[in-house]
């Protein structure tokens, strides 16, 4: 139960407030992460795009044209996952107001897949 300044109870409408703020905090943090997770893939298919020689208006271009570069650099399997994975951060990174963003465990499992596709494109 939480107290107002004069100490006496606070009505229950402020008792959800905190747990509404903490969920608000909570999407923000793992929209970020999503943030986050899009440009260290994106970064890995750049590095990959450079090292294979693309046209330095693939490299600069949009992240689809991108994306369809990256069949000719990568295995077929890897450059799937890695468009797969990078449109599902795309759409964790926008922000709706009617729609809920991206939970932990979905930024978990994007993390493991970021991860995995940083080490194959490396290679």
Do not use: N
């Not at 606070?10 to 407030?17: G, K, Q, S, Y």
């Not at 890995?44 to 991108?66: C, F, M, Q, Y």
């Not at 449109?87 to 493991?112: F, K, M, N």
Request: charged letters at 20%; one cysteine or more.
């Amino acid at each position: 139960m939480l107290l107002t300044d004069t100490g006496e109870s606070a009505p229950p409408a402020a008792d959800t407030a905190v747990p509404a703020a903490s969920a608000a905090a909570t999407a923000s943090r793992c929209r970020g992460a999503a943030f986050a997770l899009r440009v260290a893939l994106e970064s890995a298919v750049a590095d990959r795009l450079t090292a294979h020689r693309a046209p330095r208006a693939i490299r600069e271009g949009t992240k689809r044209s991108a994306f369809l570069w990256l069949r000719g650099c990568a295995e077929a399997g890897t450059a799937r996952r890695a468009k797969a994975v990078w449109s599902q951060l795309c759409l964790g990174c926008h922000y709706h107001q009617y729609e809920i963003g991206p939970t932990e465990d979905q930024v978990r499992a994007w993390h493991a897949e970021v991860a995995a596709l940083v080490a194959l494109l490396a290679t």
